[in-house]
């Protein structure tokens, strides 16, 4: 069985578990558990290979991560953005006793044709074999050309919060490639359905890779779910417009009707 992640717990109330993105950690949560620690139990984890949690084993794939996420968090409210996201419908799915509400951001479901998943594992590939013949000295190089990627290059010093993704290691970061990838993903497409949650879609309204996956999969899980469209924001939804998606947050978090 997955051994639980490194985590962190604050505040009381009603439990919820934010979960990071690629290259991120528990500490990248750091202002909006700041916010809803006055009236919430904030659990933040750290994904298997990033921060201070264990590499993913060879073997394993996003269902062991998604028990092990399980284990750390229990019963709660999940919370994921993009990585993140994956974990929490892939737990939503797999043990759905414990999601009392679901939230996520630039999330995809999974690459549907096998051909374009065996390419996103020859990229990811590239990309984990990089990263372990550079070694931990080349992690700040390796940040610099994420982070100027397209969908953060418009982020300014505070959005991308560098300074906590440097917390994590080459090895952890080709790992998580490796096991937790799209290109290894199995597509949940047809069981979205499945899901019987209240569940909360949110995009950014500049982010145009992931706006028609955020409003397909609304559509696919059906009448339970919420899509949210947040103005002047790209993919990093919940680290470019805070407030707003605290507020939103909020709202649905609180909504009990």
Same mark, same amino acid.
């Given at each position: 069985?997955?051994?639980?992640?490194?985590?962190?717990?604050?505040?009381?109330?009603?439990?919820?578990?934010?979960?990071?993105?690629?290259?991120?950690?528990?500490?990248?949560?750091?202002?909006? %558990?700041?916010?809803?620690?006055?009236?919430?139990?904030?659990?933040?984890? /750290?994904?298997?290979?990033?921060?201070? %949690?264990?590499?993913?084993?060879?073997?394993?794939?996003?269902?062991?991560?998604?028990?092990?996420?399980?284990?750390?968090?229990?019963? *709660? $409210?999940?919370?994921?953005? %993009?990585?993140?996201?994956?974990?929490?419908?892939?737990?939503?799915?797999?043990?759905?006793?414990?999601?009392?509400?679901?939230?996520?951001?630039?999330?995809?479901?999974?690459?549907?044709?096998?051909?374009?998943? %065996?390419?996103?594992?020859?990229?990811?590939?590239?990309? *984990?074999?990089?990263?372990?013949?550079?070694?931990?000295?080349?992690?700040?190089?390796?940040? /610099?050309?994420?982070?100027?990627?397209?969908?953060?290059?418009?982020?300014?010093?505070?959005?991308?919060?560098?300074?906590?993704?440097?917390?994590?290691? $080459?090895?952890?970061?080709?790992?998580?490639?490796?096991?937790?990838?799209?290109?290894?993903?199995?597509?949940?497409?047809?069981?979205?359905?499945?899901?019987?949650?209240?569940?909360?879609?949110?995009?950014?309204? *500049?982010?145009?890779?992931?706006?028609?996956?955020?409003?397909?999969?609304?559509?696919?899980?059906?009448?339970?779910? +919420?899509?949210?469209?947040?103005? +002047?924001?790209?993919?990093?939804?919940?680290?470019?417009?805070?407030?707003?998606?605290?507020?939103?947050?909020?709202?649905?978090?609180?909504?009990? /009707?």
């Amino acid at each position: 069985m997955p051994s639980p992640l490194y985590s962190t717990r604050r505040g009381h109330g009603p439990r919820v578990v934010l979960v990071h993105g690629f290259t991120q950690s528990a500490n990248s949560w750091a202002r909006i %558990s700041l916010e809803l620690e006055a009236d919430f139990e904030v659990v933040t984890v /750290d994904l298997p290979g990033h921060g201070r %949690s264990a590499p993913p084993e060879p073997a394993s794939d996003l269902t062991q991560a998604a028990e092990a996420l399980a284990q750390t968090g229990g019963a *709660a $409210s999940y919370v994921g953005y %993009s990585l993140g996201g994956r974990h929490c419908l892939q737990l939503a799915l797999q043990r759905p006793e414990l999601v009392e509400r679901l939230v996520v951001v630039g999330a995809h479901p999974g690459i549907e044709d096998e051909s374009g998943r %065996s390419e996103r594992r020859e990229l990811d590939e590239q990309l *984990a074999s990089g990263l372990e013949r550079g070694g931990d000295e080349m992690m700040p190089a390796f940040l /610099d050309r994420w982070l100027a990627g397209p969908l953060f290059a418009h982020l300014d010093e505070e959005q991308a919060d560098r300074a906590s993704r440097l917390a994590n290691t $080459s090895a952890g970061l080709a790992g998580s490639l490796r096991t937790a990838g799209t290109g290894t993903q199995t597509p949940l497409w047809g069981r979205l359905c499945e899901l019987e949650m209240p569940v909360l879609v949110v995009v950014g309204a *500049a982010d145009d890779k992931f706006g028609p996956i955020a409003r397909r999969t609304a559509e696919a899980i059906g009448p339970n779910a +919420r899509l949210a469209v947040v103005a +002047r924001s790209g993919h990093a939804v919940c680290f470019e417009r805070p407030r707003s998606f605290v507020s939103l947050l909020r709202e649905f978090l609180g909504d009990r /009707d």
